[in-house]
Protein backbone atom coordinates (compact mmCIF):
# COMPACT_ATOMS: atom_id res chain seq x y z
CA UNK A 1 0.00 0.00 0.00
CA UNK A 2 2.88 2.77 0.94
CA UNK A 3 4.88 1.85 -2.63
CA UNK A 4 1.66 2.31 -4.16
CA UNK A 5 1.61 5.54 -2.58
CA UNK A 6 4.87 6.52 -3.48
CA UNK A 7 4.47 5.50 -6.93
CA UNK A 8 1.40 7.45 -7.29
CA UNK A 9 2.81 10.80 -5.76
CA UNK A 10 6.17 10.14 -7.71
CA UNK A 11 3.95 9.62 -11.25
CA UNK A 12 2.13 12.89 -10.66
CA UNK A 13 5.44 14.60 -9.91
CA UNK A 14 7.23 13.58 -13.44
CA UNK A 15 3.94 14.67 -15.09
CA UNK A 16 4.09 17.79 -13.27
CA UNK A 17 7.42 18.20 -14.30
CA UNK A 18 7.61 16.91 -17.55
CA UNK A 19 6.77 20.52 -19.09
CA UNK A 20 9.67 22.15 -17.11
CA UNK A 21 12.39 19.40 -18.33
CA UNK A 22 11.04 19.38 -22.20
CA UNK A 23 10.80 23.42 -22.58
CA UNK A 24 14.67 24.03 -24.30
CA UNK A 25 15.39 27.11 -23.18
CA UNK A 26 16.06 30.15 -25.76
CA UNK A 27 18.13 33.01 -24.94
CA UNK A 28 17.83 34.51 -27.90
CA UNK A 29 14.10 34.51 -27.61
CA UNK A 30 14.20 36.69 -24.24
CA UNK A 31 16.76 38.70 -26.06
CA UNK A 32 14.23 39.71 -28.87
CA UNK A 33 10.98 39.90 -26.82
CA UNK A 34 12.67 42.72 -24.96
CA UNK A 35 12.13 44.57 -28.29
CA UNK A 36 9.02 45.71 -28.31
CA UNK A 37 7.72 46.82 -31.59
CA UNK A 38 4.12 48.34 -32.05
CA UNK A 39 2.37 46.71 -35.05
CA UNK A 40 1.72 50.32 -36.31
CA UNK A 41 5.72 50.73 -37.16
CA UNK A 42 5.28 47.57 -39.18
CA UNK A 43 3.37 49.99 -41.66
CA UNK A 44 5.49 53.55 -41.46
CA UNK A 45 7.26 54.52 -44.48
CA UNK A 46 8.98 57.70 -45.36
CA UNK A 47 7.66 60.87 -46.72
CA UNK A 48 9.72 59.98 -49.49
CA UNK A 49 8.67 56.79 -49.99
CA UNK A 50 5.24 58.04 -49.94
CA UNK A 51 5.65 60.29 -52.55
CA UNK A 52 6.56 57.33 -54.84
CA UNK A 53 4.18 54.64 -53.49
CA UNK A 54 1.56 57.61 -54.81
CA UNK A 55 3.00 57.96 -58.35
CA UNK A 56 2.71 54.09 -58.93
CA UNK A 57 -0.51 53.69 -57.08
CA UNK A 58 -1.68 56.19 -59.35
CA UNK A 59 -0.43 54.38 -62.34
CA UNK A 60 -2.40 50.68 -61.42
CA UNK A 61 0.17 49.53 -58.91
CA UNK A 62 -2.33 47.33 -56.66
CA UNK A 63 0.46 46.67 -54.17
CA UNK A 64 1.63 50.41 -53.78
CA UNK A 65 -1.74 51.57 -53.37
CA UNK A 66 -2.74 48.65 -50.72
CA UNK A 67 0.66 49.56 -48.79
CA UNK A 68 -1.01 52.92 -48.33
CA UNK A 69 -4.15 51.98 -47.21
CA UNK A 70 -2.36 50.23 -44.78
CA UNK A 71 0.36 53.42 -43.90
CA UNK A 72 -3.22 55.18 -43.42
CA UNK A 73 -5.56 52.62 -41.50
CA UNK A 74 -2.40 51.79 -38.84
CA UNK A 75 0.21 54.84 -38.86
CA UNK A 76 -1.39 58.24 -39.88
CA UNK A 77 -5.19 57.20 -39.31
CA UNK A 78 -6.86 59.37 -41.78
CA UNK A 79 -9.82 57.76 -42.66
CA UNK A 80 -10.06 59.34 -45.93
CA UNK A 81 -7.05 58.54 -47.48
CA UNK A 82 -7.19 55.24 -45.74
CA UNK A 83 -10.96 54.67 -48.05
CA UNK A 84 -9.01 56.30 -51.01
CA UNK A 85 -6.04 54.05 -51.36
CA UNK A 86 -7.82 50.86 -50.45
CA UNK A 87 -10.89 51.84 -52.89
CA UNK A 88 -7.44 52.22 -55.59
CA UNK A 89 -5.95 48.81 -54.46
CA UNK A 90 -9.36 46.73 -54.84
CA UNK A 91 -10.21 48.37 -58.15
CA UNK A 92 -6.54 47.72 -59.43
CA UNK A 93 -7.01 44.25 -58.33
CA UNK A 94 -5.63 43.51 -55.53
CA UNK A 95 -7.69 40.58 -54.03
CA UNK A 96 -6.95 41.48 -49.82
CA UNK A 97 -8.22 45.27 -50.70
CA UNK A 98 -11.53 43.91 -52.37
CA UNK A 99 -12.30 41.77 -49.57
CA UNK A 100 -11.78 44.36 -47.22
CA UNK A 101 -13.48 47.02 -49.28
CA UNK A 102 -16.51 44.22 -49.29
CA UNK A 103 -16.28 43.98 -45.60
CA UNK A 104 -16.31 47.70 -45.30
CA UNK A 105 -19.21 48.15 -47.10
CA UNK A 106 -21.35 45.37 -45.47
CA UNK A 107 -20.43 46.60 -42.43
CA UNK A 108 -21.89 50.45 -43.40
CA UNK A 109 -24.92 48.54 -44.71
CA UNK A 110 -24.76 48.49 -48.34
CA UNK A 111 -25.10 45.13 -49.45
CA UNK A 112 -24.47 45.76 -53.93
CA UNK A 113 -21.01 47.57 -52.94
CA UNK A 114 -20.38 44.48 -50.44
CA UNK A 115 -21.62 41.96 -52.95
CA UNK A 116 -19.92 43.35 -55.79
CA UNK A 117 -16.87 43.44 -54.13
CA UNK A 118 -16.69 39.72 -52.11
CA UNK A 119 -17.64 38.47 -55.81
CA UNK A 120 -14.58 40.09 -57.37
CA UNK A 121 -12.33 39.15 -54.25
CA UNK A 122 -13.88 35.59 -54.64
CA UNK A 123 -12.45 35.49 -58.27
CA UNK A 124 -9.52 36.52 -57.32
CA UNK A 125 -8.65 33.96 -54.51
CA UNK A 126 -8.94 36.35 -51.64
CA UNK A 127 -10.68 34.04 -48.42
CA UNK A 128 -13.67 35.76 -47.60
CA UNK A 129 -14.87 35.92 -43.85
CA UNK A 130 -18.13 33.49 -43.22
CA UNK A 131 -20.46 36.86 -43.52
CA UNK A 132 -19.57 37.68 -46.87
CA UNK A 133 -19.54 34.33 -48.18
CA UNK A 134 -23.45 33.75 -46.84
CA UNK A 135 -24.00 36.98 -49.08
CA UNK A 136 -22.71 35.77 -52.21
CA UNK A 137 -23.73 32.35 -51.65
CA UNK A 138 -20.47 30.76 -51.31
CA UNK A 139 -20.08 27.25 -49.14
Known sequence: MLTMKILKNFLIL??????????KQHPERNEKMTNFISTG???????????ILEKNATNGDKNSAFKLYQYHM???LDQDLEFKWL???????HPIAQSNLADLFFTQGNKEKAIF??????????KL????KILININ
Open 14 to 23: FLLLIPLISC
Open 41 to 51: STYWISDEEIQ
Open 74 to 76: FVS
Open 87 to 93: EIAAKNG
Open 117 to 126: WAKKAYRNGA
Open 129 to 132: PDEL
